[in-house]
């Protein structure tokens, strides 16, 4: 992850936590499974990483309220059974509703936060 800007950390943490947030489900279910499935998949695993996570923290990028619940997420997301990732699973169960509270709540810290710190 050090090779990428801490801008482009940035960016790509808020489009992790947007692929899981509860306004997917509004989407097509081709959108829901790709955004879930695909894009959250692997931004779970690298943009809320411990790493990624302690760099955007060091930089100010994020406060340590969000670092606690991205942390969270990451786990929860990671506890979740294999054959529940899946697009019923997703619109049904509350390990997924779980993960979509989160983040939304993730994302409405950092919006706010990101409103009083980043210039």
Request: overall charge negative; charged content about 40%.
């Amino acid at each position: 992850m050090d090779n990428i800007t801490i801008e482009k950390l940035n960016e790509l943490f808020i489009d992790t936590l947007e692929k899981c947030s509860s306004r997917i489900l509004q989407k097509d279910d081709d959108e829901i499974e790709y955004d879930l499935f695909e894009e959250f998949d692997i931004g779970m695993r690298s943009f809320l990483h411990e790493e990624s996570l302690n760099r955007l923290l060091s930089e100010n990028y994020i406060n340590k309220e969000i670092m606690i619940l991205s942390k969270k997420l990451r786990e929860t997301a990671l506890a979740i059974d294999e054959d529940k990732w899946n697009l019923e699973e997703a619109k049904t169960t509350k390990e997924w509703a779980d993960i979509f509270y989160l983040s939304d709540r993730i994302l409405e810290i950092k919006l706010d936060y990101d409103k009083n710190n980043l210039k």
